[in-house]
């Protein structure tokens, strides 16, 4: 699943190749992308350019000229791709835009489970789960307080409080174990039993986090490739994330593997003990 760094990654890569580019013609070739008709969709977006493309977490935001908004939700395993060529584009190539400089943007989705919703501009973080997400790392919105707050009201895991997006958002399954790892906390411990202590140490270390990720491109897990077709590069700096049977770089313990909140979850048994 792309992670906030792949998708800031992918923006970046967007802004630099489509933005300023018209469109002028959309092929959907599965409908159910698209939340919302799929002839109104075409209808509102043929004709606009694309003037920025934003993000909120994993939710990419296209801003038109027409003052209309297409958020993008990528989902498991949803890319986007700027081809030259219509050829160039396989069966799991879903919508593609016709661009005015002759090139094509791709979204291209193996799983189908990602989604796109056209809103008025400025109405995305009305919908509701945009409305729902948590403030987001490296912003003034994330504060230690923000932190503090969020987990006092919660009795579940402190790695199913991360990954539901409330108390923060942006974080997968991969930088929930590593910054857990890294702040030295069980996966499974309640999130209003971790300590002052624990919060203080965790608040910077996902600022951090991200802030590393998006600076190497993001992750190469699950066959990450950027918009350009760049490999993300990330991968070999995990600590704890895929090393179950590996020694833990401070303390030499075998990691573990368990499942926390449904999810594979990889933690030191020695360094990250439960509170109680
Ligand atoms: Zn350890």
Redesign the pocket.
């Known amino acids: 699943m792309p992670e906030l760094p792949e998708v800031e990654t992918v923006r970046r890569g967007l802004n630099k190749l489509i933005k300023n580019r018209k469109i002028i013609a959309i092929d959907i070739r599965y409908d159910k992308i698209i939340i919302g008709s799929p002839n109104d969709f075409k209808k509102q977006l043929i004709g606009a350019t694309i003037v920025e493309v934003s993000r909120r977490a994993k939710y990419l935001l296209f801003h038109f000229d027409n003052d209309l908004t297409m958020i993008s939700h990528l989902r498991m395993e949803g890319k986007y791709q700027v081809r030259n060529q219509l050829a160039d584009f396989d069966k799991h190539a879903h919508v593609i835009f016709y661009l005015d400089d002759g090139s094509y943007l791709g979204y291209r989705d193996v799983r189908k489970f990602g989604k796109m919703q056209i809103v008025a501009r400025n109405q995305e973080m009305q919908v509701k789960s945009i409305a729902a997400l948590g403030p987001e790392p490296l912003t003034a919105q994330y504060t230690l307080e923000s932190l503090e707050n969020g987990f006092k009201k919660r009795k579940k895991s402190i790695k199913a409080t991360l990954l539901d997006q409330h108390v923060v958002s942006g974080l997968g399954n991969i930088y929930v174990d590593e910054v857990l790892w890294r702040a030295k906390i069980h996966p499974e411990e309640p999130a209003n039993k971790v300590t002052e202590l624990q919060i203080k140490a965790l608040y910077p270390i996902i600022n951090d986090e991200i802030k590393q990720a998006i600076a190497a491109g993001g992750t190469t897990v699950r066959s990450y490739v950027d918009a350009t077709g760049h490999t993300g590069n990330f991968q070999l700096q995990l600590h704890v994330y895929d090393q179950e049977g590996q020694p833990?770089e401070?303390?030499g313990?075998i990691i573990e593997k368990i499942k926390v909140a449904g999810r594979g979850t990889h933690y030191?048994p020695?360094?990250q003990v439960l509170n109680s």
């Open positions: 833990c401070r303390c313990t030191c020695h360094c």
